[in-house]
């Protein structure tokens, strides 16, 4: 497969010297080759993979100029088709290791962690600082209602999972989706750019200076709650590195309550994808805690 897909990419950058190349990971959408020890490129595996990478794409182009973080640049491209296999994008690869918890908690200067924070907000705030009507009139953008989507959530949720979970959780889950439809939490609720996965995963950084330096995974990013992002860092590090955060975001006091309940379905929502896309593991990691 890799051999069909290098084929692909000489076919329309003749130009480019491929001294080596592996595979880096197959993901759900996508298999990724590494090319030279020094690009990724990305093919999707089906039709609709290939429209969510178009997207991703453009997005990626449009806030390169915003964006001070390093994130994929995508130098490389093959969209003239629409056939699985030669279509892709190609990036230079960020240097450094995803940020996962046990590396942060490692950590014990705060002037670091505090470091780490800024980098983490700066990110974010320079993303969320497009509107709504901004990403909708320049990316084309659906306008995604973050009500809407919880209430769908939701009845997915009750239809689909509560036969798997005890009487107790599913007081517990009624009660918190209610109080986030019905509360003040979701009013005047102002949309913004948002990342949409912004967890441990998609946030490298470099051990040796401590310091983020990328963030990738743009697959998810659309326009939302920007506390659906901050929720990312709660599940992915925890309450203390959480408040460093939030507490350097303008207004950050004003979303916790909704950081929280997002926070919250994230187990649930693992569970559910499991559950709809026959994939086993996904469902017994989800549900484990609600049985």
């Not at 990971?25 to 178009?54: A, C, H, M, T, W």
């Not at 640049?73 to 690869?93: A, C, D, I, N, W």
């Not at 009660?175 to 005047?188: M, R």
Request: aromatic share 12%.
């Amino acid at each position: 497969m890799s051999f069909k897909y290098i084929e692909s990419i000489k076919q329309i950058y003749p130009d480019l010297t491929i001294e080596n190349y592996y595979p880096n990971e197959i993901g759900q959408n996508n298999d990724v080759l590494i090319v030279n020890n020094s690009l990724v490129f990305r093919f999707p595996k089906y039709k609709q993979g290939i429209i969510q990478l178009k997207k991703e794409t453009e997005l990626l182009e449009y806030i390169n100029e915003i964006i001070t973080m390093p994130i994929p640049h995508p130098t490389y491209q093959s969209f003239e088709t629409s056939k699985p296999g030669e279509v892709f994008t190609g990036y230079k690869l960020i240097a450094g290791v995803p940020l996962w918890k046990d590396s942060l908690q490692n950590i014990k200067n705060e002037e670091l962690l505090k470091g780490l924070a800024s980098q983490l907000v700066t990110f974010l705030m320079e993303l969320h600082s497009i509107s709504k009507e901004k990403a909708k009139n320049d990316l084309n953008l659906n306008d995604n209602n973050p009500t809407a989507e919880m209430s769908d959530l939701f009845n997915r949720i009750q239809n689909k999972l509560f036969p798997f979970i005890r009487g107790e959780a599913q007081e517990e889950i009624n009660q918190a989706f209610e109080s986030f439809l019905n509360g003040k939490a979701a009013l005047n609720l102002k949309t913004v750019l948002i990342h949409g996965d912004f967890g441990a995963s998609n946030i490298l950084w470099k051990p040796k200076s401590r310091s983020i330096s990328g963030i990738i995974d743009f697959g998810g990013s659309g326009i939302g709650d920007p506390a659906y992002d901050f929720a990312g860092i709660l599940s992915s590090y925890g309450e203390k590195f959480f408040d460093m955060c939030i507490g350097r975001y303008p207004n950050g006091n004003e979303i916790s309550e909704r950081v929280k309940f997002y926070k919250s379905t994230f187990a649930l929502q693992e569970a559910l994808h499991g559950i709809e896309n026959n994939d086993q593991q996904a469902f017994e990691n989800g549900i484990k805690d609600y049985r």
